[in-house]
């Protein structure tokens, strides 16, 4: 979740996305197509090391950026006509398995110090969203992994972390990204967020995690487009959960709609 939301609508769609539109998503003028090495450059990498594209989206390598990079110039071109939208890898769904999905555990950093209670919180209320969309879908918070809650950790699929950025408020990872790179990093500006609520704003993240894109790559949304590699669940949404308000989204406070329920079932099933 990319962080200038705060009276975003007023802002625009540019003020917020510095970062994705810095991308090559611009190559619909190929003057503006940046080289490899000037994205390489312009492209913002976190605490960890790891590359943020689309706003909250990681990239664990170098190897991996220069591969996105590849994708987003010269990537497929194929009309995509049709809500909620799954990642692609290489054309294949990039989704859990359905045992996997039923099993999501994961740790909450005792590194959040006082709001580690509250951010326990919006975590079962992010992943109760989507629990309720598909009984398949279970997300499990494991307590005894929270005083070792890093990517190291085995015991748990993800962690949940705390990050110091001015970047975004919170981002994630998708199902195949690695484990050594498989947390949630979430910004203290989480808590100062107006309208978008903190279980909203984990619910979007975790949307990523079960493999959602943004909504907003859609050719109906006008704007913030990333790329193709994805494929579409359900009709488009501009209220979706997925679609950043800013991007010419129809909901100021990032709620689940219907459509993403019913993205979420046309995935995991029901
Ligand atoms: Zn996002």
Same mark, same amino acid.
């Given at each position: 979740?990319?962080?200038?939301?705060?009276?975003a609508i007023a802002l625009g769609a540019t003020a917020l996305l510095g970062a994705a539109l810095a991308s090559p998503a611009l190559a619909a003028t190929d003057s503006e197509v940046p080289?490899?090495?000037?994205?390489? #450059?312009?492209?913002?990498?976190?605490?960890? %090391?790891?590359?943020? =594209?689309?706003? @909250?989206?990681? /990239?664990?390598?170098? +190897?991996?950026?220069?591969?996105?990079?590849?994708?987003?110039?010269?990537?497929?071109?194929?009309?995509?006509?049709?809500?909620?939208?799954?990642?692609?890898?290489?054309?294949?769904?990039?989704?859990?398995?359905?045992?996997?999905?039923?099993?999501?555990?994961?740790?909450?950093?005792?590194?959040?110090?006082?709001?580690?209670?509250?951010?326990?919180?919006?975590?079962?209320?992010?992943?109760?969203?989507?629990?309720?969309?598909?009984?398949?879908?279970?997300?499990?918070?494991?307590?005894?992994?929270?005083?070792?809650?890093?990517?190291?950790?085995?015991?748990?699929?993800?962690?949940?972390?705390?990050?110091?950025?001015?970047?975004?408020?919170?981002? #994630?990872?998708?199902?195949?990204?690695?484990? %050594?790179?498989?947390? =949630?990093?979430? @910004?203290?500006? /989480?808590?100062?967020? +107006?309208s978008w609520t903190p279980t909203n704003i984990l619910g979007h993240e975790l949307g990523h995690v079960l493999g959602f894109r943004h909504e907003h790559t859609r050719p109906e949304a006008?704007?913030?487009?990333?790329?193709?590699?994805?494929?579409?669940?359900?009709?488009?949404?501009?209220?979706?959960?997925?679609?950043?308000?800013?991007?010419?989204?129809?909901?100021?406070?990032?709620?689940?709609?219907?459509?993403?329920?019913?993205?979420?079932?046309?995935?995991?099933?029901?």
């Open positions: 979740m990319q962080r200038s939301r705060l009276g080289s490899f090495s000037q994205f390489h #450059a312009s492209t913002y990498q976190d605490a960890d %090391r790891q590359y943020i =594209v689309n706003g @909250d989206e990681p /990239i664990p390598s170098t +190897g991996e950026l220069k591969g996105y990079y590849d994708r987003m110039v010269h990537g497929s071109e194929e009309a995509v006509e049709n809500g909620l939208v799954v990642n692609t890898v290489g054309g294949v769904d990039d989704a859990w398995s359905r045992a996997q999905v039923g099993d999501l555990t994961y740790c909450v950093s005792t590194k959040f110090g006082a709001r580690h209670g509250d951010i326990v919180a919006a975590m079962a209320g992010g992943a109760g969203l989507w629990e309720a969309a598909s009984s398949a879908i279970d997300f499990v918070h494991v307590p005894s992994q929270d005083a070792s809650c890093t990517t190291r950790n085995k015991s748990v699929v993800f962690s949940v972390e705390p990050v110091q950025t001015t970047q975004y408020i919170a981002r #994630a990872f998708f199902p195949s990204t690695p484990k %050594r790179s498989r947390n =949630v990093l979430v @910004d203290d500006s /989480i808590w100062t967020s +107006g006008g704007t913030c487009f990333e790329d193709n590699n994805w494929r579409p669940l359900t009709p488009y949404d501009s209220a979706s959960i997925m679609h950043y308000p800013q991007c010419n989204g129809s909901s100021s406070n990032l709620s689940m709609t219907s459509t993403d329920r019913a993205g979420a079932v046309a995935l995991y099933g029901s």
